[in-house]
């Protein structure tokens, strides 16, 4: 199982000794990008890590799916992505008790691979809204589960790659992977098995 962590613009620092792979939040609807982006990033790269971004996608009814493309498409032009790099989808409730529909998070997943063919594009989501009846299972090429519980064991029957088992002192997560170069080899696209 390989190390890693998901940071924000409220994650001033974090070590990147023993991580293989770090998320950096990226934009959040259409008009928010992390101020602290670029320097988290180099910060990954420079460790060596495989590096993902996220988008927190914002939802909310009524939600025309031109909101949902408009805010795939502010995603991908300011995330930074460079070849090699996972792109992902954080579908959860806002701070007002807000979300996107399971259809505007499909719609979103999709946009961003029609986008960008050639990278990763994952879920991001907590055990309960994916266990969730109304829920699809659609998780792009691959799902990234919140649950806050044994790293590597997630309570879900479903195939996973990524999970983030903690919050303190910062979002850690473990990814289902044999080696750091089958997650880079996985990430470029070059092989469909973790």
């Given at each position: 199982m390989l190390h890693g962590v998901d940071v924000s613009s409220y994650d001033s620092s974090f070590d990147v000794d023993g991580l293989a792979f770090v998320f950096?939040?990226?934009t959040e609807g259409r008009g928010y990008i992390n101020p602290r982006r670029a320097d988290q990033t180099a910060r990954a790269?420079?460790?060596?890590?495989?590096?993902?971004?996220?988008?927190?996608?914002?939802?909310?009814?009524?939600?025309?799916?031109?909101?949902?493309?408009?805010?795939?498409?502010?995603?991908?032009?300011?995330?930074?992505?460079r070849d090699g790099d996972i792109?992902?989808?954080?579908?959860?409730?806002?701070?007002?008790?807000r979300r996107a529909s399971s259809a505007q998070k499909d719609l979103f997943l999709r946009t961003v691979k029609e986008l960008?063919?050639?990278?990763?594009?994952i879920l991001y989501c907590n055990r309960s809204l994916w266990t969730d009846p109304?829920?699809?299972?659609?998780?792009?090429?691959?799902?990234?589960?919140?649950?806050?519980?044994k790293a590597g064991e997630p309570l879900i029957d479903d195939a996973w790659l990524f999970h983030q088992h903690t919050s303190?002192?910062?979002d850690k997560n473990v990814a289902k992977f044999k080696s750091r170069a089958a997650l880079k080899k996985w990430a470029t696209g070059a092989d469909d098995e973790p």
């Open positions: 950096v939040k990226a790269r420079e460790a060596g890590c495989v590096v993902g971004f996220y988008h927190f996608l914002l939802g909310g009814r009524p939600l025309r799916p031109a909101r949902i493309k408009a805010q795939a498409k502010y995603f991908v032009k300011h995330c930074g992505a792109l992902a989808v954080d579908w959860e409730r806002d701070p007002k008790g960008r063919p050639d990278h990763r594009v109304g829920t699809t299972h659609d998780c792009g090429d691959g799902l990234w589960i919140a649950d806050y519980r303190e002192p910062l």
